[in-house]
């Protein structure tokens, strides 16, 4: 899958190709659906499946603040790729960008550096200032353009909005019902105080940088990297127990069971699939090691109750 940069790389953009466009946070089940539809159209036309979604949430260049995102760009687009599609624009979205019309987007975009045989939108899929252009615009321009009906599970309409709530709230089974994959995260392994590794239970300390965790506690999931799986203890919260009041940063790490890996540097998936217990502040370091034993054998327990996922990414 090729990734090109606008407007960094106008140059660079596809042409004579079947497009979408949107933030695409999450890639949830409403999202594959147009997705899944822009790959079959573009395959029909013998053309490029493009995607061009955003290096930031927009509402960040427009509201001037940091937001969380179910999946950041990189987790999106490895989900991209696995979904079949062959050209990802990446949009940096500048205040100069934001304060393009949808009209003059349309025109020095999708008309005429692009091309775009057939733009394929969200049910609320919009775009340009003020979220102004859509199916009708490009249909006036000459750009032929539909929409695609939303998804809904359980009579509700599968949303990024009410993922992010399922997420927050810590309910993992309506979080994966409606993405249509277990709730995840994609990190970067760091090094920590290695206190696990002194109590007898090394953690791999994982930086997701602005991707939206789910609530403080500890979980059963699993961890994909190297091309292998493993399943895993992993814990969510502010690390009082060693570190005191001064413990303020949330912190995810990462419990290998029945594996030992340096694991420094590393890329890791790891997938949310059951929620074990709330966060403790414990006064003792031998209460805290307990504890981790008994969270250690209820992941196992559970983990090896469910059928194994040979991939990570949904």
């Known amino acids: 899958m090729k990734v090109v940069y606008w407007p960094d790389r106008e140059e660079d953009l596809p042409a004579d190709c079947v497009a979408t466009i949107g933030v695409f946070d999450g890639v949830h089940s409403g999202h594959r ?157 760091v090094h920590g105080d290695s206190m696990g590794t002194d109590i007898g239970y090394p953690t791999a300390n994982l930086d997701t940088g602005d991707e939206l965790l789910p609530k403080e506690g500890v979980y059963a999931g699993r961890a994909f990297f190297g091309g292998n799986i493993f399943a895993a203890a992993v814990s969510i919260g502010r690390r009082t127990t060693v570190h005191g009041s001064d413990a303020e940063k949330v912190v995810v790490e990462v419990y290998l069971l029945d594996e030992k890996f340096d694991l420094y540097g590393e890329e890791m998936e790891v997938q949310f699939l059951a929620f074990l217990r709330d966060q403790v502040n414990f006064v003792r370091i031998d209460d805290l090691k307990a504890q981790i034993g008994r969270d250690v054998e209820r992941a196992r327990e559970i983990l090896s109750s469910r059928i194994s996922q040979t991939s990570g990414l949904g």
Do not use: N, W
Not at 105 to 110: C, D, I, K, Q, S
Not at 144 to 151: D, I, K, L, N, Q
């Open 33 to 189: 659906r147009v997705l899944y539809e822009l790959v079959a159209e573009a395959e029909r036309q013998e053309a490029d499946a493009v995607v061009m979604t955003f290096d930031r949430p927009p509402r960040e260049t427009v509201e001037g603040r940091r937001l969380r995102c179910i999946t950041s760009l990189e987790h999106r687009l490895k989900l991209f790729a696995k979904l079949g599609v062959d050209v990802v624009v990446v949009i940096t979205f500048t205040s100069e960008i934001a304060s393009l019309s949808a009209r003059e987007f349309a025109a020095r975009v999708l008309k005429d550096a692009m091309s775009v045989r057939k733009l394929i939108l969200g049910f609320d899929g919009q775009f340009g200032k003020d979220r102004r252009g859509g199916a009708e615009l490009c249909r006036d321009m000459g750009i032929p353009a539909r929409r695609v009906e939303p998804v809904k599970i359980e009579g509700e309409v599968v949303s990024s909005t009410s993922i992010r709530q399922a997420i927050t709230e810590g309910d993992l089974m309506r979080a994966a019902k409606l993405l249509g994959r277990p709730c995840s995260v994609i990190g970067v392994v």
